[in-house]
Structure formats: C-alpha cells, structure tokens
T-cell receptor, first 113, second 115 residues
Framework: GDSVTQMEGPVTLSEEAFLTINCTYT??????LFWYVQYPGEGLQLLLK?????DKGSNKGFEATYRKETTSFHLEKGSVQVSDSAVYFC????????????FGTGTRLLVSP | DAGVTQSPTHLIKTRGQQVTLRCSPK?????VSWYQQALGQGPQFIFQ???????QRGNFPDRFSGHQFPNYSSELNVNALLLGDSALYLC??????????????FGPGTRLLVL
C-alpha cells in the first residue's frame, strides 16, 4: 500500500543552522506530495506542496523538490529560527477521484537560540 | 474568512460511552475528511464525506460513523469507546475532488480522552 517514511526525530539545531528533514514515499500511482507543520497544541497547517515530478514547493523559506527517481520529497531551510520549532509531517495523496492523505509519523524540530 | 472549526476542543469520556464530534468546513469547501492522530503519530484517515455521502473509508471499525449535513458541516460519531480511541481528532475540508490533489485544510482538532 501507499506509505510515507520520515526520518526519526527529534532534530535539534541552533538558530540559523541549515535544516534537512528526509521523506521518502511508496505509491502505486503518481501522488501529490505535501509538507504539513503542527505547532504545539494546534492542528495541521499546509507548509508546501508539489503535484508532479521535479516540481519545487516553497513557502516561508522552506523548500522541497519532488524527486520521482528517488521517490523523495526532502524538506530544507537555509536558516532556521526558534519559531520553526514544531512537528513536520510529510504526506502524499493520489491524484485520482476522492483523495485521502497518507502521512508519515512526523519529525519534531527543536531550534535553540 | 473563517477556517475549519471543530467542537468541542476537549472531551473526556469513559469506556463504553458514545461521543459526537463536530466540524464546520472552510467557506466554499464541500468535502470533509476526518483523521485520528494518536499521541506521537501521524494522522490516520478515517473517512471522507461529499454530497452527504461517505465516499472513502480508512481502516477503522464500524464503531466509527459520520454524517454530512446540507450545509457541508459534518459529525463524527464513535460508539462503545475504547481506551485506544484516545487521540486528537482532526477534521479537514477541501473543494470538490477534481482528479488533482486538492489541498486539505485542517481544523484545530478535538482532543478525546477515554478513561
């Protein structure tokens, strides 16, 4: 079945460090890929998405490129801030009919001043 | 523009009881999906409603049921609660499926604790 695998956390960084959170997927079709962020005590917010191979999603300094050859969608940010501390979820959705999101287990990011 | 709203925010029930959670979708959205997020895990898809019918269902028992109203709002009902049903229940809304990945917008969730 369709699945998403994320790197284990927590990821602990100092402010202004470079961030990479790895995400790989398995899907029977050609999925769209998403990164969602969850701040403490809150629901999920869409961070960025990409709908086809080689697309790059970007938002608030975060980027991820849809790599079909490696079935990956790694999240990157050049310089993290304390306010980026949250849990990040990679997810996929197949581009057919009624869609459901399949999520990874999440990666907690902790940024210290 | 109001986003997705859910009620209540927190709920405490005992085993064997029944619970109803409510969701109002983002303005202009007509499709509602429900997810269960256990502590430390990613959300798991429960089911999705469109035009007042359940369109897709995840791997959840029949104790989990839902409803969508003509104004697109939705309810999630869980019968015969088990301790393992303790989780954050998330509602997400989106536009009518078009064959391309419509972005799902999430509410803040209802945290259910079963004692």
């Amino acid at each position: 079945g369709d699945s998403v695998t994320q790197m284990e956390g927590p990821v602990t960084l100092s402010e202004e460090a470079f961030l990479t959170i790895n995400c790989t997927y398995t899907a029977t079709g050609y999925p769209s890929l998403f990164w969602y962020v969850q701040y403490p005590g809150e629901g999920l917010q869409l961070l960025l998405k990409a709908t086809k191979a080689d697309d790059k999603g970007s938002n608030k300094g975060f980027e991820a490129t849809y790599r079909k050859e490696t079935t990956s969608f790694h999240l990157e940010k050049g310089s993290v801030q304390v306010s980026d501390s949250a849990v990040y979820f990679c997810a996929l959705s197949l581009n057919t009919g009624f869609q459901k999101l399949v999520f990874g287990t999440g990666t907690r990011l902790l940024v210290s001043p | 523009d109001a986003g997705v709203t859910q009620s209540p925010t927190h709920l405490i029930k005992t085993r064997g009881q029944q619970v109803t959670l409510r969701c109002s979708p983002k303005s202009g959205h007509d499709t509602v999906s429900w997810y269960q997020q256990a502590l430390g895990q990613g959300p798991q898809f429960i089911f999705q409603y469109y035009e007042e019918e359940e369109r897709q269902r995840g791997n959840f028992p029949d104790r989990f049921s839902g409803h969508q109203f003509p104004n697109y709002s939705s309810e999630l009902n869980v019968n015969a609660l088990l301790l393992g049903d303790s989780a954050l229940y998330l509602c997400a809304s989106s536009l009518v499926p078009s064959g391309r990945a419509e972005t799902q917008y999430f509410g803040p969730g209802t945290r259910l604790l079963v004692l």
